[in-house]
């Protein structure tokens, strides 16, 4: 599901890696999480070229956890290392988006059927909270907050399949896809599209896992073809390079 609203980011979100939760961290994963949430949820937005230590008074980590952690990023395809000490959010092509169209479209339907033979009442009822908070971020136009309640409304569904390789993959590739979902909530506006988490929570009351299956995948069709139309008006997706 993509945001129907219309209205500029929000303020900066407070990360939810903090407190008490935060300092039973070690240091260089609390950069890694912040820098990743950072990319998830479009903070830096594809295309947008920083410097380590522009990272570092962002964070204000040294230079050896950020290192380590554009490292991680790096490798999982979030980040792009640019010399100079720069790093930046790679813009995606047409083919990467295909890419990313397919390979959501096989894994996160079958999350969604496995999930919908495990789930809970309670379960359920989270989901159900999560999905009304999400309603919430769409009705007052904060960006911020609909992606991580969009975010954690499938992180959540995907956890109750409890197929973690699969849950592993689905992940990597919102790192790839989730920074343009700022941009897609930015230049969309108000739209009248299916509820597809609604159609999906249908399903899990009823134990239904082709119909959960059914809703996730018409969410991600969706939710891809609306980052293939923003990101092309906004002149953010890139050409393939020649290797």
Same mark, same amino acid.
Request: glycine share 10%; net charge negative.
């Given at each position: 599901?993509?945001?129907?609203?219309?209205?500029?980011?929000?303020?900066?979100?407070?990360?939810?890696?903090?407190?008490?939760?935060?300092?039973?961290?070690?240091?260089?994963?609390?950069?890694?999480?912040?820098?990743?949430?950072?990319?998830?949820?479009?903070?830096?937005? +594809?295309?947008?070229?920083?410097?380590?230590? *522009? $990272?570092?008074? !962002?964070? &204000?980590?040294? =230079?050896?956890?950020?290192?380590?952690?554009?490292?991680?990023?790096?490798?999982?395809?979030?980040?792009?290392?640019?010399?100079?000490?720069?790093?930046?959010?790679?813009?995606?092509?047409?083919?990467?988006?295909?890419?990313?169209?397919?390979?959501?479209?096989?894994?996160?339907?079958?999350?969604?059927?496995?999930?919908?033979?495990?789930?809970?009442?309670?379960?359920?009822?989270?989901?159900?909270?999560?999905?009304?908070?999400?309603?919430?971020?769409?009705?007052?136009?904060?960006?911020?907050?609909?992606?991580?309640?969009?975010?954690?409304?499938?992180?959540?569904?995907?956890?109750?399949?409890?197929? +973690?390789?699969?849950?592993?993959?689905?992940? *990597? $590739?919102?790192? !790839?896809? &989730?920074?343009? =979902?700022?941009?897609?909530?930015?230049?969309?506006?108000?739209?009248?599209?299916?509820?597809?988490?609604?159609?999906?929570?249908?399903?899990?009351?009823?134990?239904?896992?082709?119909?959960?299956?059914?809703?996730?995948?018409?969410?991600?069709?969706?939710?891809?073809?609306?980052?293939?139309?923003?990101?092309?008006?906004?002149?953010?997706?890139?050409?393939?390079?020649?290797?």
């Amino acid at each position: 599901m993509i945001a129907q609203m219309e209205g500029s980011f929000s303020a900066a979100q407070k990360p939810p890696y903090t407190g008490e939760t935060l300092k039973r961290v070690p240091v260089h994963q609390q950069v890694y999480l912040q820098l990743r949430e950072a990319v998830l949820f479009g903070e830096l937005t +594809p295309g947008e070229a920083v410097t380590i230590q *522009g $990272l570092i008074e !962002r964070t &204000g980590a040294g =230079m050896t956890p950020i290192r380590e952690a554009i490292r991680r990023l790096t490798s999982e395809g979030a980040l792009e290392f640019r010399g100079n000490r720069r790093v930046l959010v790679p813009m995606l092509t047409v083919d990467v988006i295909d890419e990313l169209i397919f390979l959501r479209e096989m894994l996160e339907p079958k999350l969604a059927s496995l999930a919908a033979e495990r789930a809970t009442q309670s379960d359920i009822d989270e989901l159900e909270a999560l999905d009304d908070g999400l309603d919430d971020a769409i009705a007052q136009g904060d960006v911020g907050a609909y992606l991580r309640c969009n975010h954690a409304f499938h992180a959540k569904l995907y956890s109750i399949a409890k197929a +973690p390789i699969l849950t592993e993959v689905a992940e *990597g $590739l919102w790192l !790839r896809f &989730g920074p343009s =979902m700022r941009v897609v909530c930015g230049r969309m506006g108000t739209q009248n599209l299916p509820d597809n988490h609604k159609m999906a929570l249908d399903g899990l009351r009823a134990g239904d896992g082709t119909a959960t299956a059914n809703a996730i995948r018409e969410d991600v069709l969706q939710g891809m073809e609306q980052v293939r139309v923003a990101m092309e008006n906004a002149g953010l997706v890139g050409e393939p390079i020649d290797t």
